[in-house]
């Protein structure tokens, strides 16, 4: 699945009530870092998967500066929970969201799931709605994380799952 990076830009915004100049001044630093594909030239997008969407929101949760939000977010988006970078983690979140199967158990919506970003440290993915809450942690190179030893943290910001909801369905819509 590849998405014009224009049109994430618009679907993201609108679904987190962003400024769009914010999102694609936040985009743009991720293509210069070349987190983000830039356009081949003449009249084509820039051709974005849903990893590289999950990257663009990583580096809007940080709260950091916008260069340095993009350069935490390319370094967190390869964090890793048994194995899985959290950027396809939460890209395979982003197209479950926006796929005909939403209501299944594990998807965004019906898990309530939520991403919290602690700036350097881990992504948390919670899913809180279940009889057993599961809570996924990605860290660098996949190293235990203990969030109640933690003194370092500066902040921490959520994304909640209805608007990764959000985000996946309107992904499902601009889809090239």
Same mark, same amino acid.
């Given at each position: 699945?590849? *998405?014009?990076?224009?049109?994430?830009?618009?679907?993201?915004? =609108? +679904?987190?009530? /962003?400024?769009?100049?914010?999102?694609?001044?936040?985009?743009?630093?991720? &293509? #210069?870092?070349?987190?983000?594909?830039?356009?081949?030239? !003449?009249?084509?997008?820039?051709?974005?998967?849903?990893?590289?969407? +999950?990257?663009?929101?990583?580096? /809007?949760?940080?709260?950091?500066?916008?260069? #340095?939000?993009?350069?935490?977010?390319?370094?967190?988006?390869?964090?890793?929970?048994? !194995?899985?970078?959290? !950027?396809?983690?939460?890209?395979?979140?982003?197209?479950?969201?926006?796929g005909p199967d939403f209501l299944a158990p594990a998807s965004v919506l019906a898990a309530k799931a939520s991403v919290t970003v602690h700036a350097?440290?881990?992504?948390?993915?919670? *899913?809180?709605?279940?009889?057993?809450?599961? #809570?996924?942690?990605? =860290?660098?190179?996949?190293? =235990?994380?203990?969030?109640?030893?933690a003194e370092t943290i500066a902040s921490a910001r959520t994304l909640p799952g209805r608007l990764l909801h959000r985000i996946g369905r309107g992904?499902?819509?601009? &889809?090239?």
């Amino acid at each position: 699945m590849r *998405y014009a990076l224009s049109a994430v830009v618009d679907v993201v915004a =609108t +679904a987190t009530e /962003l400024s769009p100049h914010h999102v694609n001044m936040q985009a743009r630093r991720l &293509q #210069e870092l070349g987190e983000l594909a830039r356009s081949p030239g !003449g009249r084509l997008p820039a051709l974005v998967n849903p990893p590289q969407v +999950a990257r663009l929101l990583l580096a /809007l949760l940080v709260d950091r500066p916008l260069v #340095e939000a993009a350069r935490l977010a390319a370094i967190m988006s390869d964090y890793r929970n048994q !194995g899985m970078p959290v !950027g396809d983690y939460i890209g395979r979140m982003l197209v479950s969201a926006g796929g005909p199967d939403f209501l299944a158990p594990a998807s965004v919506l019906a898990a309530k799931a939520s991403v919290t970003v602690h700036a350097g440290d881990a992504v948390v993915i919670r *899913y809180t709605c279940t009889d057993d809450p599961l #809570e996924e942690v990605f =860290t660098a190179s996949g190293a =235990t994380w203990a969030p109640d030893d933690a003194e370092t943290i500066a902040s921490a910001r959520t994304l909640p799952g209805r608007l990764l909801h959000r985000i996946g369905r309107g992904l499902a819509g601009i &889809q090239e």
